[in-house]
């Protein structure tokens, strides 16, 4: 109230330098606005919805990057010749392997030789069953 404010107001110099400097002056205090809530209760609730959003905002950037990636590829990789050279590949090793085995004095079974070169059978389309390739 207004007596109480004058009762404060310091009547010489030296009596208003104690009050400033005072840590329990009145007027030094600053009274905190209130708008229902402080600032931390009002970001707390969000903070949960907040790294929900972050994560889900990580999870289709990397998405997006993965989708540009294959986008350059395929045109960096025209795909129908990379097809048409996995066949021609697979032609050749397996008329290697055929040679190879052609050549061999003890003349194993062909897919003791593919087993014994660490080869893959599905990469070279050998049938374990027929003993022999499949056409792919």
Do not use: N
């Not at 030296?14 to 400097?21: D, I, K, P, T």
């Not at 990580?58 to 996995?86: G, P, S, W």
């Amino acid at each position: 109230t207004r007596a109480q404010i004058m009762a404060e107001v310091p009547e010489s110099p030296g009596e208003a330098r104690e009050v400033l400097c005072s840590p329990s002056a009145p007027f030094l205090k600053r009274p905190r606005l209130s708008l229902g809530s402080s600032r931390e209760d009002r970001v707390s609730p969000r903070k949960p919805e907040k790294t929900a959003l972050q994560l889900e905002l990580e999870q289709k950037r990397e998405r997006l990057r993965k989708l540009r990636l294959i986008r350059v590829y395929e045109q960096k990789h025209d795909l129908r010749v990379l097809a048409e050279l996995t066949q021609k590949w697979r032609q050749a090793a397996q008329q290697a392997l055929l040679d190879l085995q052609a050549k061999l004095p003890a003349r194993p079974a062909l897919g003791q030789l593919i087993s014994e070169l660490g080869i893959e059978p599905a990469v070279v389309c050998y049938s374990a069953e027929s003993d022999s390739f499949i056409d792919s």
